[in-house]
C-alpha cells in the first residue's frame, strides 16, 4: 500500500500516518520526493479501511501496489534514486564505470591496475577477495589480505572499492574495507545474506542470478530494502541460454525494463555477460545506448596471466580505448563520464 500525502505536508503530517500504520502493524517505509511524501505500508491490507487515512486531511490517497515488489517499484519512489557514495553519485546524469580485476592476485596487480583504470577515468575498483568459483579446486580468492590491498589502492588512487560478500558471516569483515559490496550471480537468492544486508547502511550491487527472472530479480532486491537499506544497485551480467558462444546472453532489454519498473540504479557488466574481451567494449557502448547508469568491466595488466576470467578481461590500453570511445557516447546521451581525456 502507498499513502500518498497532499503537497507541502512536513514532518508532522508524515508521523501522523506513520504512527497510525505502525500500531496497526504495518511497516511503515518513507520515501521524501521533491514534490510530494508517499509512505509505503505493508502488512495485512484487510487493516487498512478501518484506519481510514484517507479522512485525514493530509492524506491524498491509498493506493494499493499489486506487484510483489513493493518499495522497489516505481509506485513507492516515482523518480529515479540516486546513491551517493564517497562523493560519487549513481543513477544520476554521471556514467561510472567500475573496473578492475576478476580477484584480486597480489598487492602490484591491484595497485597496478587501480592506477591505470583511474587514469583512463574509471572512479571504481572492482576485484574479487572472496571468488565463489565453480570448482572447489579452484583459487578461492586472498580474503582478507585481497581486501588490505584494495584498500591501500583507495588510498593511493582514491577509487572508491566494490567487492563481493559470498558469505552473511563476513558481511562486517567486507564492510570495513569496501564502499559497495557485490551479491554475485551464485548468491542473488540467498537470502539469509540478503537479509543480512538489508541491515547494512552500505550500497549493495546486486547482480542479475544466472536464470533469474526479472520479477526474482526485483524480489531479491525487495529483501535488501525490506529491511531499510534502500541503496541497492541491479546489475545484469548475462543469463544462461542456449547459446554457447558467449559464455553468458547479456539481456540488454532489462535496462529500460527496470527502468520502467522500478526506481533503482541499473549497471551492465559486458564482461561476464560475454565471457570474451573482444566483445566487451561494443556491449558496454550498447549497454551505455540503452540508459545504463554504469558499467563493471574486468581489467588486467596482463590477461593472459589472470588466475580467473582471462578470457572476458581487458587489458588496460584496451580499457583506456574503449573508455575514450564511451565518453563520446555518453555526452550524445546528453550524460557525462568526466575523467576521461579526450583525443
Ligand atoms: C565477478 O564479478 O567476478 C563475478 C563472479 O560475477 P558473477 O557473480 O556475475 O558471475
Ligand atoms: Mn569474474
Known sequence: ??????KGSGETEIQE????????????????????????????????????????SCVEKVVPILAPYKLVSREFHPEDSVI?????????PEIQVMAGPCAVESREQILETAAAVKEAGANFLRGGAFKPRTSPYSFQGLGEEGLRYLAE????????????VVDARDIELVASYADILQVG?????????????????????L???????????????????????????????????????????LDL??????????????????????????????????????????????????????????KQ???????REMMKRLEKIARVLGRSLKGVAGE
Request: charged share 20%.
Open 1 to 6: 500500500m502507498i499513502v500518498v500525502l497532499r
Open 313 to 319: 578481461s581487458l587489458n588496460l590500453e584496451n580499457f
Open 17 to 56: 500516518v506513520v504512527g497510525r500504520l505502525s500500531e496497526a502493524g504495518f511497516s511503515v517505509h518513507i520515501s521524501q520526493g521533491v514534490e510530494k511524501s508517499l509512505i509505503g505500508a505493508i502488512g495485512d491490507r484487510s487493516r487498512i479501511e478501518e484506519l481510514s487515512l484517507e479522512a485525514l
Open 185 to 205: 550471480a551464485r548468491n542473488m537468492q540467498n537470502f539469509l545474506l540478503l537479509k543480512e544486508l538489508s541491515m547494512l547502511d552500505k550500497p549493495v550491487l
Open 253 to 310: 532489454t532489462m535496462v529500460p525494463a527496470l527502468q520502467l519498473l522500478s526506481h533503482l540504479p541499473v549497471i551492465v557488466d559486458p564482461s561476464h555477460g560475454t565471457g570474451k574481451w573482444q566483445l566487451v567494449p561494443p556491449m558496454a557502448q550498447a549497454a551505455l545506448a540503452a540508459g545504463a547508469d554504469g558499467l563493471i568491466v574486468e581489467v588486467h595488466p596482463c590477461p593472459e596471466k589472470a588466475v580467473s576470467d582471462g
Open 207 to 249: 547482480k542479475r542470478g544466472l536464470s533469474a527472472t526479472l520479477e526474482e530479480w526485483m524480489m531479491a532486491a525487495e529483501y535488501i530494502m525490506a529491511g531499510g537499506n534502500y541503496q541497492v544497485i541491479f546489475c545484469e551480467r548475462g543469463i544462461r541460454t542456449f547459446e554457447t558462444y558467449t559464455r553468458n546472453t
Open 153 to 164: 589502492a583507495r588510498e593511493k588512487t582514491g577509487l572508491l572499492v566494490v567487492t563481493e
Open 84 to 92: 551517493t557514495v564517497g562523493g560519487q553519485r549513481i543513477g544520476g
